[in-house]
């Protein structure tokens, strides 16, 4: 399903967007990248006044919390990458953003319907020279061949190599999940002999899908991505 270079992109028609609501074909479209590669990218699902409203506070917050010594950060320090909590100000939760038309619609014909959002975070990377060891977001024993979760990621600003971007691995949602993760402090890492196996391969994934964070190795101070 993916191209050479990354997953399926679509770009929703304005009649999509005007009634929030996906033809047939998209939605075939989005199933089926989804089902082969764990991922599928909608480019214009979101409004970019609400992603600038969401960045300018959350820039404003990510830098109290990187002045606190004691900020936690994913997989150690050496990765610039934080948990950070998006705001819950009326004024700044987003219908598009914890409850986008599109990614439910998508949802309900995955886990069936009233799908239920049970996390709202986001990861923050801030400039370093380290990554994330490869892994799952979500573990847990469901059968294999059934998606138990998804994840909704949204940027609020455009990321790449040079700014910290996700590193996913297309279909690996197929190959890994119960039993193939390390167990320790973070348990969540994928055992490396899997990661070796896998190194050739183009990969991604529903909420057992493989990835890690890069560094922000640029000039700017911080990348965030809102997760459902």
Avoid at 110 to 120: A, I, N, T, W
Avoid at 221 to 227: D, I, K, T
């Amino acid at each position: 399903m993916s191209t050479s270079d990354g997953p399926v992109l679509i770009a929703l028609s304005p009649s999509e967007l005007a009634t929030k609501t996906l033809t047939t074909q998209t939605l075939q479209r989005a199933l089926r990248a989804l089902h082969a590669d764990g991922l599928v990218a909608l480019t214009n699902a979101v409004s970019p006044t609400h992603l600038d409203a969401l960045d300018a506070t959350m820039q404003r917050d990510a830098a109290v919390l990187a002045a606190r010594p004691g900020t936690h950060h994913n997989f150690g320090a050496a990765t610039g990458n934080i948990q950070q909590e998006p705001p819950t100000t009326p004024a700044l939760v987003f219908g598009d953003v914890v409850a986008n038309p599109f990614a439910t619609a998508i949802a309900e014909n995955v886990l069936g319907p009233k799908p239920v959002l049970r996390f709202y975070s986001a990861n923050t990377a801030f400039k370093a020279g380290g990554r994330q060891p490869v892994h799952i977001d979500l573990d847990c024993p469901f059968p294999g061949e059934m998606a138990f979760g998804l994840c909704v990621n949204v940027c609020l600003g455009d990321v790449g190599v040079e700014n910290g971007a996700t590193e996913v691995w297309l279909g690996s949602h197929l190959g890994t999940g119960w039993g193939s993760v390390g167990r320790g402090e973070h348990a969540e890492a994928i055992d490396e002999g899997l990661v070796e196996e896998r190194r050739k391969d183009v990969a991604c994934g529903d909420a057992e899908f493989d990835g890690c964070a890069e560094g922000d190795v640029g000039d700017d101070s911080l990348r965030a991505v809102v997760e459902e």
